[in-house]
């Protein structure tokens, strides 16, 4: 009699409910075994698509960089199913949540609500690009898209690398705006180069760079850029 084969953890994962679930392609079967750390609330109705499954920020993550925000009014640039949007709603001022693609947004306010957000958050569909001249927050949170999960293939990834403009450019848009501008990038991203953003900007801003882990395997990296207090105060003394 033909022996049983046992099924390998692949297989178990192709046939498992992350690919009922999920409905996509396997390479997003990672991402729905990571599904509580993206959304604590994962199983009281959280919707996600192919993109956002790969894309929304951890939810610890988010929880620090929306700590960060506390009081303040924020955009949220690049919002995606909301996972930055939902922090920031919890302890911010207000919210502004911009994305290009209405299915997200739609996403974004379903997921607000299971989190009990819903009413915090002013959602608009549509291209920040576009939106910026018309925009008013003391901070902007930019995650743009990476050019998808292969961004990790390089060694070093380059600002010019960024979607949907390189990462000088979006810097530059966002300035318009406010100094107070936050970036949530790749973990290989060259750091060379954000010091470059921040000290060629003018005045000079403040830059505070945090690798961001899960579970202690480092996911992204935060670049905070400001007009801090403390660097002014460096400045002061040095004309002094
Ligand atoms: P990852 O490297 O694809 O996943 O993304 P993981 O589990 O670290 O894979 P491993 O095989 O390297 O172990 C890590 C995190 O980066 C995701 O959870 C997202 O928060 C973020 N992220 C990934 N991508 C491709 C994007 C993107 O395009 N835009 C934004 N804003 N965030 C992204
Ligand atoms: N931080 C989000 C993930 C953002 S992923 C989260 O935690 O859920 C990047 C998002 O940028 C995608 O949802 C994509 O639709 C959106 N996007 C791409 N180009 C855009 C543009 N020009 N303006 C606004 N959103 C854009």
Redesign the pocket.
């Given at each position: 009699m033909a022996r049983k084969r046992k099924r390998s953890r692949l297989e178990k994962a192709i046939n498992s409910p992350a690919e009922k679930e999920h409905g996509t392609s396997p390479n997003l079967t990672?991402?729905w075994f990571?599904r509580y750390d993206l959304f604590s609330k994962y199983d009281q109705g959280i919707e996600m698509d192919e993109e956002g499954w790969?894309?929304?920020?951890?939810e610890a993550i988010a929880v620090k960089q929306a700590e960060r925000c506390r009081g303040k009014v924020v955009i949220d640039c690049?919002s995606g199913v909301g996972g930055n949007t939902i922090q920031f709603a919890k302890v911010c001022a207000s919210v502004i949540a911009i994305d290009i693609d209405p299915a997200k947004v739609e996403m974004a306010i379903n997921n607000a609500m299971v989190y009990g957000v819903g009413d915090r958050v002013d959602y608009v569909v549509g291209d920040f690009i576009h939106l910026a001249p018309s925009l008013k927050g003391d901070v902007l949170f930019l995650?743009?898209?990476?050019?998808?999960?292969m961004?990790?293939k390089v060694e070093s990834y380059t600002l010019d690398m960024l979607q949907p403009k390189d990462g000088y450019s979006l810097f530059q848009i966002a300035q318009s705006i406010t100094p107070n501008i936050i970036m949530?990038l790749p973990r290989n991203v060259d750091l060379a180069q954000l010091e470059e953003l921040a000290w060629l900007s003018s005045p000079p801003l403040n830059l505070e760079i945090e690798e961001n882990c899960v579970g202690g395997?480092i996911?992204?990296i935060t670049a905070y850029f400001s007009c801090s207090a403390v660097y002014l105060e460096k400045i002061r003394t040095i004309i002094a």
């Open positions: 990672k991402y990571q790969y894309s929304v920020t951890p690049f995650s743009p898209p990476w050019g998808g999960p961004y990790n949530f395997k996911k992204a």
